[in-house]
């Protein structure tokens, strides 16, 4: 029966309009054309020009056949245009696919090929390896290339491409009409994950979503108007956690960082009065552990946001020292990066630091606009008892969660099976309805806050001539939070040496995904021959680093 509430009260457009970060920027740009947006050395950019700059690069691209539903791939650094084509890329109706500028040819190949890019925009830095990348691909349609000039290169730069970015843009028209999205849920962005194979899987975005998980940002951070924002997490990385729509949406400045070392940090804070910055713990790290001399006169106030790894009580120590205040998220590429906050309390203030490390190492409760993210037994689907003991699998269904794998719909299936997103990290839920990790059954490696399949390197030890058995854990670092450790057992006989296993490794791994350790010897394993890694976990010590 139709209810009354339904009975001639249709939706249209006067009462209804897709949800889209699109608007974020078109609002700015209409309120406050005139605030600055973009920082990048001594190029300043205001809302008005990235918004005309954006209308320009979707209307280029649309003159180059660019449709609704075609993506356009990007392997560029924290840079100007990277800030551009997360607005002009789906302005054209297209779909970005931000490369990780960390992977090797053969990956990015298949990204490519994959993906069905129609156009990729280089920045000069990482003009050889896509160069050895294009030469790879399977996949024979035309794909436009393009190359960035950027005045704070000072490397080698060789041109791959047929034209620059700056005079592609210049072809498109500033006042071009771009639309909203036909449906909200269409594609915004493609994002790679290395998941549970050595075989990335393509994380679909919608408009929607990366709508919602933006405005989300703002609600978890109390993010003012005008916030000066330091790009040191990689805007490849979930779309920056989908920080640049974030940006928009509070007429925020964008200072873009092409390298994320200690000195150029700190400096760009002070000189540009930087209030927010979001990185993995080894950049937190980075500035802890700076000397004195450098970190001397650094505002106070910084609102600093981490994940990838629960902060330890030594950062949350050193933040403090510096006046910086940290807030500890949880997220995966599947939920457009944090999805969960361990929200804070007035009273944790006056704990010891050691108990506030404890509560503020919990991956806390969900974000302000997500529908529920609960730890659930995934065998009877049902949700554990808040005892903190009892085990059960982290899960998420709301806003903030994938539209699914690209042509993939198998493990699309399997990914929201009994109506959840199941990550695959295994937690518990406290009283308080806080989650904290215990475990991750998903065999990753998170290293720099870069996710590294232990499955896709045991697969590269497995070609070795001489190996014989090997498995591939976490070990804690104090740099990286974590490296992958290998354990090897040769064949009889044998005589390779760690020196040798790295080597080959070096031969098929992106240089991240290189283990730091070999260990040799037997492995450890059940009556039916499978290797018990919870047993290695225990001896690399990542068994106790994951229950700090």
């Not at 933006?214 to 779309?239: G, Q, R």
Request: charged letters at 20%.
């Amino acid at each position: 029966m139709t209810s009354i509430f339904e009975q001639d009260l249709p939706r249209n457009e006067a009462n209804h309009a897709p949800l889209t970060p699109l608007s974020f920027l078109e609002r700015t740009a209409q309120v406050y054309p005139d605030r600055t947006a973009v920082i990048h050395g001594d190029l300043r950019r205001t809302w008005g020009q990235v918004y005309g700059r954006c209308r320009q690069l979707a209307s280029a691209l649309a003159r180059h056949g660019v449709a609704r539903g075609d993506t356009v791939a990007v392997m560029l650094p924290n840079t100007p245009p990277m800030v551009e084509a997360h607005f002009g890329i789906p302005m054209a109706g297209a779909v970005l696919n931000a490369l990780n500028t960390r992977l090797d040819p053969d990956t990015l190949a298949f990204m490519l090929d994959h993906g069905e890019a129609r156009v990729v925009i280089v920045d000069p830095e990482f003009a050889p390896v896509m160069k050895k990348a294009l030469a790879l691909r399977k996949g024979k349609r035309p794909l436009l290339v393009i190359d960035v000039e950027d005045a704070l290169y000072s490397g080698p730069a060789e041109r791959i491409g047929s034209t620059t970015y700056d005079a592609f843009v210049a072809t498109g028209d500033a006042e071009f009409a771009w639309t909203l999205p036909a449906d909200e849920c269409d594609a915004i962005a493609l994002n790679y994950t290395s998941g549970t194979t050595g075989n990335p899987k393509g994380v679909v975005y919608h408009h929607r979503g990366a709508a919602v998980n933006a405005v989300s940002n703002i609600l978890e951070w109390d993010m003012p108007k005008f916030a000066t924002y330091l790009w040191t997490l990689p805007m490849f990385h979930c779309n920056g956690w989908c920080f640049p729509w974030t940006v928009a949406a509070r007429a925020g400045v964008n200072v873009c960082l092409r390298k994320v070392e200690a000195k150029a940090i700190i400096d760009s804070i002070k000189a540009n009065g930087v209030t927010h910055y979001c990185a993995a713990p080894i950049v937190h790290g980075m500035l802890v552990n700076a000397p004195d001399a450098m970190t001397a006169g650094l505002p106070r106030g910084v609102q600093a946001m981490v994940a990838g790894a629960a902060p330890p009580a030594s950062m949350i120590e050193g933040m403090e020292r510096m006046g910086f205040d940290l807030t500890h998220v949880y997220g995966l590429t599947e939920t457009y990066g944090p999805a969960t906050v361990c929200a804070k309390h007035a009273d944790w203030d006056a704990l010891d630091i050691g108990e506030r490390a404890r509560l503020n190492a919990r991956q806390g409760v969900r974000y302000h606009l997500q529908r529920d993210a609960r730890v659930i037994d995934p065998e009877t689907m049902t949700p554990v008892p808040l005892d903190g003991e009892t085990m059960g699998e982290i899960m998420f269904r709301g806003n903030i969660t994938m539209k699914g794998y690209l042509k993939n719909p198998g493990a699309t299936q399997e990914a929201f099976a009994g109506g959840w997103f199941h990550t695959g990290d295994l937690a518990v839920q406290f009283p308080d309805g806080y989650i904290k990790i215990k475990d991750r059954s998903k065999d990753i490696i998170i290293s720099g806050g870069e996710n590294i399949s232990s499955i896709e390197v045991e697969d590269v030890l497995y070609r070795h001539p001489d190996v014989l058995a090997a498995a591939v854990v976490a070990k804690p670092d104090e740099r990286w939070g974590e490296t992958p450790c290998a354990f090897v057992e040769l064949k009889a006989g044998a005589t390779t040496t760690a020196a040798d296993i790295v080597s080959h490794c070096k031969k098929h791994l992106a240089g991240f995904k290189i283990p730091r350790a070999v260990v040799f010897g037997e492995l450890p394993k059940t009556s039916t021959g499978k290797i018990q890694k919870f047993e290695l976990r225990k001896l690399a010590g990542s068994a106790a680093a994951i229950d700090v």
